[in-house]
Structure formats: C-alpha cells, structure tokens
C-alpha cells in the first residue's frame, strides 16, 4: 500500500534523483527542492515531460513523483486550454521565447488534480538553463488561490454586505431628512395660519420671554401704543409706559409665571389720550416637557363694548320708566271713568229740574259742559295707555308700536 506522507514523498523523489540524467542532477534542486513550501514542477517544453516534483505539487494536485514522471504537464492543463498550451509550449522548446516566461509575471490558471477536480492556482514560469542532454527546461511555481478566493469571497461578501447596509442607511437617512423637511413645512405652514389669525385679530396678541421682552406682538397690540409691531419687539413694558401701568403689567407676569396658571384682569391705558377700558389675559407658555418658557397675552379693548352695554342699559331703564308710567296711566283712567261717568249723569238730571233756580241750573250746564269735556280727554287717555303687551326674550313688554289711533 502506498505511503501518501511528506517522508514518502521525499523518500520518492530522493529515489528518483538516482535515476536522472546527469546533467538534471547538476540543477542542484535536490534538498532545496524537498523543503519548499511552493509546489514546483520542472518540465522538458520540448516534449512536456516532468523532470522535478516537489512534496508541495504532489500535495496539491495528488500525484506522486514516480506517477508524475509518466506524464506530461499537458496533462495538468483542463481540457478546454490543452491545444492552446500545448501549442505554446511548443513554440517556446523551438524558439526559446514565450510571453509568459518573458514576461515573468504571475497569471490566475486552473489546474486538474488527479482525482479529476480543478483547482485555481497562480503561475510563475522560469526558463532555466539548458541541460547538455536535455531540451528547454522550465520551472513551474504554484500557489493555491483556494484559500486566497475563499478570503477574496468572504472579503466580497462583507463589502457586499456593508455595501446594502450603506445603501439601506442612505436610504434611511434620505427617509428621515425628507420626513423632517415635512415635518418642518408642515410647522412652518402651521406658523405662517397661526401668525395669519394672529395678525388679523382685533384683538392686541403678544408673547413675552421669561424676562419680560417682548417677541412677539401683532398690529393690534402695536397700535395701542401708537408703533409699528417690530418696533416693540425686544423692548419691556417699563419702556412704554408709566409705573403706573408697568408695574401692575410685571407683576401680573410674575402671577402667571410662579403659578403656571392664567391670570386675568381689567386695566385702564391711555392710547392717544383717550382713556381705554382693557380686559387683559395673560396664560403661561410651555415646551414639549411642560416647563413654563413664556407668557402669552391677549387684551381686548371693551371700551365700546362698555359704552353700548351703558346705553343699552339706560334705554332698558328709560323703557322701563315709559311702562310704568303707561301702566299708572292706564289704571288712573279706568279709576276717573267711573265717577266722571256718575257726575256726567247726575248734572244732565239736576239740569232738567223745573225747581232749581237758574242760576244754578247754569252752573249743572257749564258742569256738565266741563264734565263732556273732561270725558273726551280721558277716553283719549285711554286710548294712549291702552298698549298691547307682546312676549319678548326680557320678559312682557308693551307694543309700542300699537299707538292709539
């Protein structure tokens, strides 16, 4: 049974130096030969035959030194290359030149094991010198590109794999940069509506910061004093006003700001002179945590709003006054009817009375004269005080509008 071990082998190719021609022996490959880590292979080009076959060839491609002497290197060669190295070998034995052995430089090749597989090795060709009895020699250094590709494999994978996570953190991150501009068009659109409903409110809208600046102020609020909104922007109530107004301003922004809770008040502002009635709201700002950052203030000038509500009330008064009085006239009438309807009846039955004496008899008829009169200007009284009372969201009310015809 054969003896596949490097000691066999050695043993083998110590053997086979016994039986080569002389002038291969003088190479001085023999000991040197046996311990290189490289497969190394000498061949004849003339005829391809195998000269030299170190341990490390014989572990790579499976034939043993005596096997490898009863074939050519051609037989190495994958059957698609063969003709085309066979060829090549050809014209180097007959001409000495060949672009790999002139070029001395390494090329990728495959090569066929002796179980039939390939396997990828790296070539180097050497010429050597010719042998007296012997054609072109020329040396053969392999190198298992197995474990090499293996790595190139591994190598590749890995880049190909940070490669897709480089891709899918591009993408991620494209993701996330188009998510946040959304995110800020869709704060900046919200900003520009709320500084739109800011801006067109009647009311006086302001932001302050914690010291008290103002940031933020619309038309409104810049008109109560008279200035543009960017005119205010960066300055403190104290710079607008006497302590009179600044002080209870401060204050009630220390209320908002210790609390966290709203404050509202009513104050009085000078605007032009003109003496303003202000219902003033003040409300804590907050960020995303909850921590108080500002104040937020709203005032809203009801000095009109006063005005009409004291007229209204006056005219409520007024009409009140006029029903009354309707209702006292209405029932004095309907009190006077009845004797001056009495009186009436009496002076017409005395005026007839044979027995009176004239002068009296005068005096029933200028009375009752007076008391015909007297009935007309009631009854036209009461047609004044006799009003319709309609139902109305205050309660009764008289109909007005009813005159007495």
């Given at each position: 049974?054969?003896?596949?071990?490097?000691?066999?082998?050695?043993?083998?190719?110590?053997?086979?130096?016994?039986?080569?021609?002389?002038?291969?022996?003088?190479?001085?490959?023999?000991?040197?030969?046996?311990?290189?880590?490289?497969?190394?292979?000498?061949?004849?080009?003339?005829?391809?035959?195998?000269?030299?076959?170190?341990?490390?060839?014989?572990?790579?491609?499976?034939?043993?030194?005596?096997?490898?002497?009863?074939?050519?290197?051609?037989?190495?060669?994958?059957?698609?290359?063969?003709?085309?190295?066979?060829?090549?070998?050809?014209?180097?034995?007959?001409?000495?030149?060949?672009?790999?052995?002139?070029?001395?430089?390494?090329?990728a090749v495959a090569a066929l094991r002796r179980d039939g597989t390939e396997v990828?090795?790296?070539?180097?060709?050497?010429?050597?010198?010719?042998?007296?009895?012997?054609?072109?020699?020329?040396?053969?250094?392999?190198?298992?590109?197995?474990?090499?590709?293996?790595?190139?494999?591994?190598?590749?994978?890995?880049?190909?794999?940070?490669?897709?996570?480089?891709?899918?953190?591009?993408?991620?991150?494209?993701?996330?940069?188009?998510?946040?501009?959304?995110?800020?068009?869709?704060?900046?659109?919200?900003?520009?509506?709320?500084?739109?409903?800011?801006?067109?409110?009647?009311?006086?809208?302001?932001?302050?910061?914690?010291?008290?600046?103002?940031?933020?102020?619309?038309?409104?609020?810049?008109?109560?004093?008279?200035?543009?909104?960017?005119?205010?922007?960066?300055?403190?109530?104290?710079?607008?006003?006497?302590?009179?107004?600044?002080?209870?301003?401060?204050?009630?922004?220390?209320?908002v700001v210790t609390s966290g809770a709203p404050v509202a008040r009513y104050q009085?502002?000078?605007?032009?002179?003109?003496?303003?009635?202000?219902?003033?709201?003040?409300?804590?700002?907050?960020?995303?945590?909850?921590?108080?950052?500002?104040?937020?203030?709203?005032?809203?000038?009801?000095?009109?709003?006063?005005?009409?509500?004291?007229?209204?009330?006056?005219?409520?008064?007024?009409?009140?006054?006029?029903?009354?009085?309707?209702?006292?006239?209405?029932?004095?009438?309907?009190?006077?009817?009845?004797?001056?309807?009495?009186?009436?009846?009496?002076?017409?039955?005395?005026?007839?009375?044979?027995?009176?004496?004239?002068?009296?008899?005068?005096?029933?008829?200028?009375?009752?004269?007076?008391?015909?009169?007297?009935?007309?200007?009631?009854?036209?009284?009461?047609?004044?005080?006799?009003?319709?009372?309609?139902?109305?969201?205050?309660?009764?009310q008289l109909d007005v509008l009813k005159a007495s015809e």
């Amino acid at each position: 049974m054969d003896d596949p071990s490097p000691l066999a082998s050695r043993k083998a190719c110590a053997a086979q130096q016994d039986v080569l021609p002389e002038a291969v022996r003088r190479l001085g490959f023999g000991r040197l030969f046996m311990a290189l880590p490289n497969p190394i292979i000498v061949a004849d080009a003339s005829d391809g035959r195998i000269v030299l076959w170190n341990p490390a060839a014989e572990a790579l491609l499976g034939y043993s030194a005596e096997e490898a002497r009863h074939f050519t290197v051609d037989a190495l060669v994958p059957e698609r290359f063969r003709t085309a190295h066979t060829a090549g070998r050809i014209r180097y034995a007959a001409t000495g030149q060949g672009p790999v052995v002139d070029a001395g430089r390494r090329m990728a090749v495959a090569a066929l094991r002796r179980d039939g597989t390939e396997v990828e090795v790296e070539l180097t060709l050497s010429a050597l010198e010719p042998a007296p009895d012997a054609g072109r020699l020329v040396l053969a250094m392999l190198h298992d590109l197995t474990e090499h590709r293996r790595l190139e494999a591994e190598h590749d994978a890995v880049m190909v794999a940070q490669v897709r996570l480089l891709e899918e953190a591009q993408a991620r991150s494209r993701r996330l940069i188009e998510a946040e501009q959304q995110a800020r068009q869709h704060v900046e659109q919200e900003r520009t509506r709320l500084l739109t409903v800011i801006e067109a409110s009647n009311d006086a809208i302001y932001l302050k910061d914690l010291a008290g600046r103002y940031v933020l102020v619309n038309a409104a609020k810049a008109r109560m004093w008279q200035l543009r909104p960017q005119d205010l922007v960066g300055r403190l109530d104290r710079d607008l006003g006497p302590p009179s107004y600044w002080q209870p301003a401060e204050e009630s922004d220390r209320q908002v700001v210790t609390s966290g809770a709203p404050v509202a008040r009513y104050q009085t502002v000078d605007v032009g002179g003109v003496s303003h009635l202000i219902y003033a709201m003040k409300t804590p700002l907050r960020d995303p945590t909850g921590a108080v950052i500002g104040i937020v203030g709203v005032l809203r000038d009801i000095t009109e709003l006063t005005r009409l509500a004291a007229e209204r009330d006056a005219a409520h008064a007024a009409q009140a006054r006029a029903e009354g009085a309707v209702r006292t006239g209405r029932a004095v009438a309907h009190e006077l009817a009845s004797p001056l309807g009495t009186m009436l009846a009496l002076a017409e039955i005395l005026a007839v009375d044979p027995r009176l004496p004239a002068d009296m008899q005068g005096d029933l008829t200028m009375l009752q004269e007076q008391a015909v009169r007297a009935g007309v200007l009631l009854k036209r009284f009461g047609n004044i005080t006799r009003y319709e009372e309609q139902e109305t969201p205050a309660g009764p009310q008289l109909d007005v509008l009813k005159a007495s015809e």
